[in-house]
């Protein structure tokens, strides 16, 4: 089985996949992937990210299953099923803060989180998952994360986050 831990920037990926890779699970980060198999395209300045060549990338995903990829875009990948972690808009924008990015960068991604931009997208291409990580534990986070990967991600059906409200608060 190959699985994507997707989402919008800070919503916990990897911390919650280094928590994965302790209980056992082989995880695969996409950035460190990219970076080594030269996937990396041309460097948006506006945006501050990487345009990443998907062709490339899924050429060099590492054999071995089951296997978790990593990354905002791995759900973009043929994947067998996404969990897509979510995170409240305003937490999610501490969180980025916290991280060092600059206004504008935090802005984008909490509308992109708000309007569930990951999440149609996902829904779109796999079956799919959804975790809100804003109130719990990464450590409570990783295990529900586990739960649906040996099949009881009952109630974690990707559809049931909605945060498309929070943005009327900001206009
Ligand atoms: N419940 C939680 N689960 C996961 N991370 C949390 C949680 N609460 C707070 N955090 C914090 O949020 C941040 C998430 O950052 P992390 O790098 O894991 O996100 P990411 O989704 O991998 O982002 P990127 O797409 O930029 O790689 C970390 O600083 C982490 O400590
Ligand atoms: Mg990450």
């Not at 959804?130 to 649906?148: L, Y």
Request: hydrophobic share 40%.
């Amino acid at each position: 089985m190959l699985v994507a831990l997707t989402g919008t920037p800070g919503t916990g990926k990897s911390t919650i996949a280094a928590l994965l890779e302790e209980k056992g699970f082989r995880v695969c980060e996409l950035e460190e992937l990219a970076r080594r198999c030269g996937a990396l395209r041309s460097y948006d300045l506006v945006r501050e990210s990487w345009e990443v060549d998907l062709e490339v990338l899924e050429r060099s995903i590492p054999k071995e299953r089951p296997l978790i990829l990593v990354g905002h875009v791995s759900h973009l990948l043929p994947v067998d099923i996404s969990i897509v972690l979510r995170c409240h808009p305003e937490a999610l924008g501490e969180r980025l803060v916290a991280k060092g990015w600059d206004a504008a960068k935090v802005r984008e991604n909490m509308e992109a989180e708000a309007l569930g931009v990951v999440t149609h997208e996902t829904m779109e291409k796999t079956r799919a998952f959804e975790v809100d990580t804003t109130s719990a534990s990464a450590e409570e986070n990783a295990r529900v994360v586990s739960d649906i990967l040996s099949g009881r991600g009952g109630g974690h059906e990707a559809g049931t986050v909605d945060w498309s409200e929070v943005i009327l608060g900001w206009y």
